[in-house]
């Protein structure tokens, strides 16, 4: 932060009662913080840092500038500007994301959540009637995925595992917050690939693993590969190297029936798909997100393995 916006700081931080600010005042200041760290949209920005401060829809502070704010949500903006303006992406600045109807607690422990993702909580609940029996999601980092399906699904338990106890406990900090929203108990288990999963029988298993190839770092944007956690992100073998480790361990823990959902990148997800093919999974299908681009690999398990390796179908 720059020596004139801590001036700007102090002066609107005595502008009130015991620390509070007004509503447009702060996010002026806020939008003079970003403008100095050479941000282009800093006062869309600003109205955005402080609605989200304060937990409310983000025209909110627009259509409330002169509501006092208590000193805690000032602090909260102010320190979500500072982590801003040195680079921190907007999610990890302010500490929160939205993921579906929830709102979680996020920071560098766990990947930021993506849209793609809430598409494939959307197939999965679509696929499976409104969900059924016991889902897994492995590599749930800040539980996204587990906490929505056990919020709007039907299933009877959800197991949710990663090999990141720090991300574990983002997620588990996430699920006693939002307790009162969920339909179905969340497990939280440490450990990697199926390892967690011994002695379960599962109707779904769901995963965003990590797909990128250590040597695709270079291509992605600095606010992902400086942030983000890199064991959230990469994966050896070209990235296949978790997806085929789900693959094919994935028969053993699905009933019949069950459903394998991944979400992959354009670049993988036919391989994903023809690993799942030769695994046994019949229906083995690739589907776009929204954008247009082949994301999601949806397989099903049969009740005779040995049936679908017989099929010729591409599953397409």
Known sequence: MSDESLLEWTRLATDGDAGSLRCGDLVAAVAATLAAAGLDTARQEARDLVAACCEEPRFWPTLNAEALLPARVVAHARAAAARRARGAPFAYAVGRAPFRHLTLAVDERVLIPRPETEQLVEEVLRRTGGGRGVAADVGTGSGAIALALAAEGGFERIVATDVSQDALDVAGLNGAALAGELRARVEWRHGALLAPLAGERLSVLVSNPPYIAYDEARDLPASVRDWEPAQALFAGDEGMAVIAGLVAGAMDVLVPGGLLALEVDSRRADRAAALA???????????????????FVLATRPADPAAAATDPGDGR
């Open 277 to 295: 093919r030769a695994a046994g999974f019949t229906d083995a299908e690739v589907v776009q997100d929204l954008a247009g681009r082949d994301r």
